[in-house]
């Protein structure tokens, strides 16, 4: 295969898979804690119009990240004040969080830009700039690999190479600190945790409040690399796909890491195939960009139908803990 189609392939499946790691990163976090999120997706899709919202109206790329973190965080503590301080249902809620961030969004861009629901394009100064552009260069003169090392890996966002370091900072987090034992104690057997003296509620919290500041970065990314404004909807299932990302990887940062680069690898093939033509033995003529379009989202359900059997959730996913007294 030709070296700079497959540094193409690769970088444009880091490319795509930023937000998949990212959010799947806030789901493992905050399902790790015991707290089901199904609001991965409405949480990005928020974060994505509040960071397009201000940096158009601002032009500003620090206070546009500061508001999505901020909307990001305040959705996660609304989340745990709604299903860990007054144990309502978790998912009847990360379900109304994305219902109502499809809603909100749409009316709010109607109402402050007059633009159908979508925001003004953000100028360059607001998105993100590539790094390691001069490196890149210089791996290109390196015989035989050079050339789709330097398309495939230099040239990115600061987010591309972030999301990577975050799977490594989680994985750190979760199994060699006290902090990350309590936490995976707390979705497991919070009256244990308990018992030890530590607040289960406050662990619980503090995932909410890291699966919010993750999803912040997930849907900026959409607005700050992929696409210069936002769109009604432009995340168009990533939420969902984070989701069974992390259930295939079996609640695991590696493991889920490893899951969205296959979804981003798939997004990054239908986007090549789009105006390929068959083969004359399958019948010739372009393959239905439909069909191509919907590989991501047919691998979601062969993996969910196919492995959340067994697949392993933390023992206390989903249930409030009542502090006995």
């Known amino acids: 295969m030709d070296e700079v189609l497959v540094g193409t392939l690769v970088a444009s499946t880091l490319r795509v898979s930023v937000p998949l790691i990212l959010c799947a990163l806030a789901g493992v976090l905050c399902e790790r804690a015991g707290v089901i999120d199904l ?31 901020a909307v990001g965080i305040a959705l996660s503590l609304l989340h745990g004040y709604a299903c860990v301080s007054h144990r309502g249902d978790q998912v009847v809620l990360g379900m109304a ?72 900072a989680v994985w750190w ?9 309590r936490l995976r104690a707390a979705g497991e057997n919070p009256a244990m945790v308990d018992a030890a003296g530590v607040s289960v509620l406050r662990l619980r919290y503090a995932a909410l409040m890291l699966n919010g500041g993750l999803c912040a970065l997930a849907g900026a990314s959409l607005v700050l690399v992929q696409n210069p404004s936002f769109i009604p909807n432009m995340t168009a299932g990533r939420g969902y796909m984070a989701l069974a990302a992390m259930i295939f990887g079996k609640w695991h940062p590696v493991g889920a890491l490893g899951a969205c680069l296959l979804f981003g690898f798939l997004d990054a093939v239908s986007i090549r195939l789009q105006g390929v033509a ?40 989903g249930r409030p803990y009542l502090k006995e007294r």
């Open 173 to 181: 987090l979760l199994y060699r600190t006290r902090f990350g034992l």
């Open 97 to 168: 969080i994305t219902m109502t961030a499809a809603g909100l969004t749409v009316v709010l861009g109607i109402a402050w830009f007059q633009l159908g629901g979508q925001t003004p394009p953000l100028p360059d100064a607001v998105r993100l700039d590539r790094w390691f552009v001069g490196a890149g260069e210089v791996v290109a003169g390196w015989p035989l690999v050079g050339r789709a090392l330097s398309i495939a890996f230099f040239g990115h966002t600061a987010l591309v190479y972030l999301s990577l370091v975050a799977v490594a």
């Open 39 to 69: 609001g991965l997706e409405g949480k990005m899709l928020s974060t994505a119009f509040a960071a397009a919202a201000v940096g158009a109206v601002t032009q500003s790329l620090p206070l546009a990240l500061a508001v999505a973190l």
């Open 278 to 317: 068959l083969p004359p033995g399958l019948g010739g003529g372009e393959v239905p960009v439909q069909a191509i379009q919907a590989l991501p989202y047919v691998l979601t359900v062969v993996l969910l139908a196919g492995f959340i059997g067994r697949s392993r959730a933390p023992a206390a996913l």
